[in-house]
Each structure stands twice: as structure tokens, then as C-alpha cells.
T-cell receptor
Framework: ETGVTQTPRHLVMGMTNKKSLKCEQH?????MYWYKQSAKKPLELMFV???????ENNSVPSRFSPECPNSSHLFLHLHTLQPEDSALYLC??????????????FGPGTRLTVT | AQSVTQLGSHVSVSEGALVLLRCNYS??????LFWYVQYPNQGLQLLLK??????LVKGINGFEAEFKKSETSFHLTKPSAHMSDAAEYFC???????????FGAGTTVTVRA
């Protein structure tokens, strides 16, 4: 595998289900991100991790719970979601956050539908 | 804080014609600027970036962009469109020492045969 991978690619879940999204990067990066992409809206940054430590939580509802066990893996645990949470969830990675900005590399995304 | 405005949510061009996608930004600090492309059912792929130095930046697939500080713009161009250029394009900005990217709303490009 190369780059950033995400599983599953598609997920349909009911509002009472619990599921998890997985992201893995094979680029040797130390920063990882979760974004939400909804139709007709700009990408929304949700969470940022740098060296496994969460550095950003962009006012995301608690029904979304991130986990970063190491610099290569990032999870997004989902529970009690709402229909408006249906979107494409994108994972990205970059070199570690320091005094300069590095470009981010994105995975293919997980298309989530909440019924 | 930084923000991005992409003028035109949809652009239609003929195959072989010029592609011009407009991006204006606002930033309180010297910006880093990026263009990403998203093909259907895929994630975002970096086309090109401007950090410092030469203001005309060349990217992949024949695209280039020019940073114009006086106009706070970073427009993306390609001299001759190809059918494979049909996709959604996003402009993004971040500030020096700020890892957060602010994305524009995106411009969808369709290419007519």
C-alpha cells in the first residue's frame, strides 16, 4: 500500500449503531487529520494529531471520537449519529507540525450515510 | 485568520481551450497557497503549491498558478484542457507557522468534446 488509505470506502449506518473509520498512512508522516466534506460546503477540519497527541478539536460533537494509537494510524469512532452527519470523511497526513506548513496528503475518503 | 474565495462554482470549457480557475485569499500573514484536485470518488490530490520564491508555480498535469500579492490572488491555469481534467478543484491557504488549511468551496470543471 502507498500513500494514505481509508477503510471502509462506503458505510451505511443507523442512528443507533456504533462504527469506526480507519485511516493508515504509509508516508512516514507524524501529523494526521480528519476532515468532513459535505455537498456544497468547504472542507471542515475536525481533528488534528501531531505525534499521536491531539492538537485540534474544531468544536466537533462528542458523537465523533478520534483515536490515534501511533503516527501511522488514525480512527474515527462513530456513535448515535444524525442524518446530517452523512458526508465524505477524509483523512490526511503531513510531516509533523512545526514552524512551517507542509502540504497535506489525502486518502480516498469514506462515504458515510446515516439512515 | 485566512480565508479563500473561489469565483465560480462551475466552469465548462471545450477540449483544447484554456482553463482558468480563480482564487482570491485573505491572510493577515504571508500566505502559503495550494491547489488540490478531486476526481470522482477519490480524495484530494495536490496539484501545486506556493510557499516562497518564484511567484509562477508549475504543477502536475500541465497546470500552473501565479501568486499575485497586490491582487491577493492565486489563479490556476492550463493552456489546453483535456477530458481527463474534469474534476473538482480546491484552492487552499495557510499562514506561516499555521498548519491549518482553509479551503475554498471548490470549482467543478467539465470539459466538452
Amino acid at each position: 500500500e502507498t500513500g494514505v488509505t481509508q477503510t471502509p470506502r462506503h458505510l451505511v449506518m443507523g442512528m443507533t449503531n456504533k462504527k469506526s473509520l480507519k485511516c493508515e498512512q504509509h508516508l512516514g508522516h507524524n501529523a494526521m487529520y480528519w476532515y468532513k466534506q459535505s455537498a456544497k460546503k468547504p472542507l471542515e477540519l475536525m481533528f488534528v494529531y501531531n505525534f499521536k497527541e491531539q492538537t485540534e478539536n474544531n468544536s466537533v460533537p462528542s458523537r465523533f471520537s478520534p483515536e490515534c494509537p501511533n503516527s501511522s494510524h488514525l480512527f474515527l469512532h462513530l456513535h448515535t449519529l444524525q442524518p446530517e452527519d452523512s458526508a465524505l470523511y477524509l483523512c490526511a497526513s503531513s510531516q509533523e507540525l512545526r514552524e512551517k506548513t507542509y502540504e497535506q496528503y489525502f486518502g480516498p475518503g469514506t462515504r458515510l450515510t446515516v439512515t | 485568520a485566512q480565508s479563500v474565495t473561489q469565483l465560480g462554482s462551475h466552469v465548462s470549457v471545450s477540449e483544447g481551450a484554456l482553463v482558468l480557475l480563480r482564487c482570491n485569499y485573505s491572510s493577515s500573514v504571508p500566505p502559503y497557497l495550494f491547489w488540490y484536485v478531486q476526481y470522482p470518488n477519490q480524495g484530494l490530490q495536490l496539484l501545486l503549491k506556493y510557499t516562497t520564491g518564484a511567484t509562477l508555480v508549475k504543477g502536475i498535469n500541465g497546470f500552473e498558478a501565479e501568486f499575485k500579492k497586490s491582487e491577493t490572488s492565486f489563479h490556476l491555469t492550463k493552456p489546453s484542457a483535456h477530458m481527463s481534467d474534469a474534476a473538482e478543484y480546491f484552492c487552499a491557504v495557510s499562514g506561516l507557522s499555521d498548519y491549518k488549511l482553509s479551503f475554498g468551496a471548490g470549482t467543478t470543471v467539465t470539459v466538452r468534446a
